[in-house]
């Protein structure tokens, strides 16, 4: 029988209003960057996007004195009531413009409509409603006493979630009353541009937030820049080091969300079904470009066959393509220097002993395409099983004794999330404690939300963001 | 004729056993001076063993041996444990204040003064064993058909530099809220006043705190703590004494930290500064929570 074909399902990008070139935004307006511009290309067509400034370090520095006058002479005056308010707004403004968020993020990271669409852009959203009602009640949070703002806070989010990432970083920063310069990944700056113009309609006073683009050397400025007073980073595990180095004897505080390498452990009592679909949202949700990602599995020796015949059953009909086609699974890999990195470490894995396997689908001609790959065979030592690929490939390794699940998930120098697939509630308990990690998924997978605190042991950062949790690192206390 | 005393040999506190430096050295310490002997010649108080790297690294595997299971005792064993170091010590409370005063050159008066806020401290970090979990944890609501929880754990293994001044409150302050959570502990203590510390590890050793939770280790940090900051193995680590130690950049020590992404406690202080604090101000959760990592659990609900 043959089987049944999707025809395609486009999502129309005429919902975004494309300008050739952006600038920066400071001060509550669109200014001129001095540095050189950079294009910002669609991963999936290699088609350029846009032209966008590229912060210099006097930008950036105009940036901070914009965002301490803008502290000091308005949003540290302003009642908590009155900030909230204002980010009751830009929730508000993001929903209604939800539709052309996603399309934008989809264009520019590449990543499939269905997820920017139901996950990245609500859940942004979500992230402003949420902290919009800590703004004018953080003396109830047990933050400790008199809990107030750093000041200027300079955040540097990467390219994987763009606009979720912007809200964890934007949202409790200015609940608590900080003001903020935000550096977008050069990658996929338009949606934190776009959000710039959200700010606009929203009245926020100018300074408050300030978006400035760039690569490495503008996030350089920004970490170095005297008038900063807390960083928050995701991105990483390297250039999460090359920051705490940089502030170390300094005052400037820092929560720094960094790399993983998640073991996603199924035992031999776990519903085989929902594991093997939350095997593969752990892995192939946003191609793998998630710093939670489970791209170890851990499956008992038991059953390590039928898994391995059910999860390539199910990846056969994993749609791999068109970003903006709504039923696409798999989108493009966000850049050319990423898939090289997810080449370079997959070639490693097959020279290295483990046996590889993809599914085999046709890749669009154009564009950074990568098919969903499994490798079985892995050990310990392999590069596959000890670095993060940050892309849609996933190491298999076995195990017979909840123990030696528990000491091979541990064993790594990461520690940002976990996996557990059983039907007993007493194992699923116990492994929790045992795990390493800052986030547990027990029968379950990549699920997020802006209540739930997130962040990592080890070398996988420090700092929580989301939750109650997520206002400390904004705040400082006592007398 | 008045009887010859016994003096006592000061040695290092390491996985509940008192060695020597494997470095075989010792230094001198001497009483501070106070009151009318102020002028006089120092007092001779004893040779102190002192700390090498090889001591660090020693302490930093017994720590870590002990943390797993200092960790997964109840919270309520772990708070009887920190209130029986301080019925310990009020049972050696004499020779707490005869240390205390000599080491920091306090009147009678001021020394009890110490010695009681240090044994208050253990009281009331006891008392946090089995509360902090609940204060900075618990469901999260979040929006869809999934329990969450939120819950405190140990970061692992700390380093700490005991402040230089407050040879016994001081100490206290910094020891007993990285433990009381569950993790373990290696301690430099005060380079010039660091007897107190080891007959509070005497008092540490019979309280029923298993050996290698906390081990204490005399000598100067400028020359140890640079091996605790770079050490892999340890998970945290708090720079109070930096703050008036010889030597010690604060600073270099948490650029070092960076290289395993150590959770660092500064100096207090503004600035490169560093400035030890008044430790007789009633502590708040901060240098507690500085050591705990919080853990989110998500499990769906069905039928």
């Not at chain 1, 494309?18 to 511009?37: K, M, P, R, W």
């Not at chain 1, 990602?293 to 749609?319: F, M, P």
């Not at chain 1, 029968?443 to 400390?472: A, Q």
Request: glycine share 10%.
């Amino acid at each position: 029988m043959s089987k049944f074909e999707y025809a395609p399902a486009p999502e129309s990008r005429a919902i975004v209003d494309l300008q050739t070139s952006y600038g920066l935004f400071i001060n509550g307006e669109f200014v001129d960057g001095s540095g050189d511009a950079f294009k910002s290309i669609s991963p999936a067509t290699e088609e350029v996007l846009a032209e966008v400034s590229e912060a210099s370090e006097a930008d950036v520095d105009a940036a901070v004195k914009a965002a301490r006058t803008a502290y000091t002479r308005v949003w540290s005056k302003m009642s908590g009531a009155d900030r909230g308010k204002y980010l009751y707004r830009i929730a508000r403004i993001l929903q209604e413009r939800a539709r052309e968020f996603a399309v934008l993020e989809s264009l520019d990271n590449g990543k499939p409509i269905k997820e920017s669409r139901d996950v990245d852009i609500p859940l942004a959203a979500a992230h402003f409603f949420y902290n919009a009602g800590w703004a004018d009640k953080l003396d109830f949070a047990s933050l400790g006493p008199n809990p107030r703002p750093h000041g200027v806070v300079g955040q540097i989010i990467p390219w994987n979630f763009p606009m979720l990432m912007l809200a964890w970083k934007i949202a409790p920063a200015l609940a608590t009353g900080n003001t903020v310069v935000l550096k977008p990944a050069e990658t996929t700056p338009l949606t934190a541009l776009l959000f710039a113009e959200v700010c606009q309609q929203a009245d926020l006073p100018p300074g408050v937030v300030n978006i400035v683009t760039g690569a490495g050397t503008t996030g350089q400025a920004i970490v170095d820049h005297t008038g900063i007073d807390k960083l928050a980073f995701t991105g990483s595990t390297g250039v999460g080091k090359m920051i705490a180095r940089a502030i170390a004897g300094t005052r400037k505080k820092a929560t720094l969300e960094l790399g993983g390498k998640a073991a996603n452990i199924v035992f031999d009592d776990a519903p085989i079904d929902q594991a093997v679909e939350g095997i593969v949202n752990g892995i192939f949700f946003n191609q793998g470009h998630v710093c939670c990602a489970g791209s170890r599995l851990l499956v008992q020796e038991s059953i390590a066959d039928e898994v391995d015949r059910r999860l390539k059953r199910r990846l056969e009909t994993l749609r791999v393509g068109d970003p903006l086609d709504k039923n696409t699974d798999v989108g493009a890999i966000n850049s050319r220097a990423q898939l090289d990195r997810i080449v370079a470490l997959t070639d490693a894995g097959e020279s290295e002993g483990a046996e590889r396997w993809d599914n085999g689908c046709p890749l669009p001609d154009k564009g950074f395409w990568f098919r969903p790959t499994v490798f079985t065979g892995v050990t310990q030592t392999h590069r596959i099983a000890r670095e993060e690929i940050f892309g849609p490939v996933l190491s298999v390794l076995t195990f017979r004794t909840p123990q030696e699940a528990v000491a091979k998930a541990n064993n790594t120098p990461y520690g940002l999330s976990a996996g557990i697939w059983t039907e007993k509630g007493s194992r699923i308990l116990w492994m929790a404690d045992q795990l390493k990690a800052g986030v547990v998924w027990a029968n379950t997978f990549n699920k997020f939300d802006p209540t739930s605190p997130f962040g990592g042991y080890k070398e996988s950062g420090y700092g929580r963001e989301g939750g109650r949790h997520g206002l400390e690192p904004y705040v400082k206390t006592g007398a | 004729m008045s009887r010859v005393d016994v003096k006592k040999t000061y040695k290092l506190y390491i996985g509940g056993k008192f060695p020597r430096s494997e470095s075989g050295r010792s230094y001198e310490v001497y009483a501070a001076p106070s009151g009318r002997s102020r002028s006089a010649a120092p007092k001779f108080l004893a040779n102190a063993a002192l700390g090498s790297r090889k001591d660090a690294r020693d302490a930093v595997t017994a720590a870590r041996a002990a943390q797993p299971g200092w960790a997964s005792a109840t919270a309520y064993n772990r708070g009887q444990v920190l209130y029986r170091v301080a019925e310990v010590m009020e049972s050696r409370r004499p020779q707490l204040v005869q240390e205390v005063r000599d080491a920091e050159g306090l009147t009678p008066a001021a020394a009890e003064s110490v010695v009681s806020q240090a044994i208050d401290r253990w009281v009331w970090y006891a008392g946090w064993s089995d509360k902090y979990v609940q204060v900075l944890g618990g469901l999260n609501p979040v929006a869809g058909p999934y329990f969450n929880i939120s819950a405190s754990e140990p970061t692992g293994v700390v380093a700490v530099l005991a402040p230089q001044e407050s040879s016994l409150l001081g100490l206290v302050s910094v020891i007993a809220p990285v433990i009381v959570s569950g993790n373990a502990v290696v301690v430099v203590t005060s380079a010039e006043r660091p007897l107190p510390a080891i007959t509070l590890s005497e008092c540490l050793a019979t309280s029923d705190v298993p050996g290698g939770v906390v081990n204490i280790i005399t000598g100067k940090a400028a020359e140890i703590a640079p091996w605790l900051a770079s050490h892999r193995d340890v998970n945290a680590i708090d720079l109070a004494g930096a703050a008036g130690a010889d030597g010690v950049d604060w600073g270099a020590l948490e650029e070092a930290s960076a290289d395993n992404i150590k959770r660092v406690l500064r100096p207090a202080g503004d600035g490169a500064d560093a400035v030890e604090p008044d430790w007789t101000q009633t502590p708040d959760l901060s240098r507690l929570t500085a050591f705990l990592e919080t853990k989110t659990v998500w499990h769906p609900k069905g039928r």
